[in-house]
Every structure is written in C-alpha cells, then in structure tokens.
C-alpha cells in the first residue's frame, strides 16, 4: 500500500495551497481517509476526516471554516483544499488510511491503517 501526498510549498499568510493524497495497492474506497500535520518536536495534530463515500466529515477547530477535505475515488485521491492559510498552519502533512474508524468524530483519528509520507507546508507572515 503507497500513499503518495503532494501540494505542500511555500505561500504567504491568507494564501491558499491544495493538498493531495492518491493511494495504490488497497481497495480506496473502502477506507476513510485522514490528514494529520505535524511540526517537528510537536505531537501529530489531527486535521481533518472524510468518510469512505465523502458522506461525512470532521475538522479540527483550528482549521474549521478554512479548510475543506474531499475525494474522487475515481482517482483514489483525498483532497485538502487549504485558504485563509496562518503561519500556525505550517507544518508537514501526512494522509492516513482507516477502514473503520467514525469519520464524522473526533475518534476519527484514532486507528490508522496506513500513513503516507508527508509533504510540507511553510506560511511565511
């Protein structure tokens, strides 16, 4: 199993990047799909959930209103379209697979299958 993310770069505060996560070797429609960030010597903050069929979502408080999570499974690719973009925002972005978890809960980032490697997000103020 590959999750590939891609996006990440440099952008000024109140820019906007679009993350993107394409899985190989599962089945990815099965599978809830999940971005964390994490910013090197801080714990993995959970960022954002989407359900197997898009039908449910959940985000963090400190992206709610900013971010917006989708997928094509057409594409086996989960999206993370990021505006409003804060330095607090800079960190590096990880997708993560889970074939069981609650998508519209914070227990929705509890339970990773698998993890994709990161890709980074610097917002410069």
């Known amino acids: 199993v590959q999750l590939q993310a891609s996006g990440g770069g440099l952008v000024q505060a109140g820019g906007s990047l679009r993350l993107s996560c394409t899985g190989s070797?599962?089945?990815?429609?099965?599978?809830?799909m999940v971005w964390f960030r994490q910013v090197p010597g801080s714990e993995r903050e959970g960022v954002s959930c989407i359900g197997s069929l898009g039908q449910s979502t959940h985000y963090a408080d400190s992206v709610k209103g900013r971010f917006t999570i989708s997928r094509d499974n057409a594409k086996n690719t989960v999206y993370l379209q990021m505006n409003g973009l804060k330095p607090e925002d800079t960190a590096v972005y990880y997708c993560?697979?889970?074939?069981?978890?609650?998508?519209?809960?914070?227990?929705?980032?509890?339970?990773?299958?698998?993890w994709g490697k990161g890709t980074l997000v610097t917002v410069s103020s």
């Open positions: 993560a697979a889970d074939l069981a978890g609650i998508p519209a809960s914070p227990k929705c980032y509890k339970g990773m299958d698998y």
């Open positions: 070797g599962l089945t990815f429609h099965y599978y809830n």
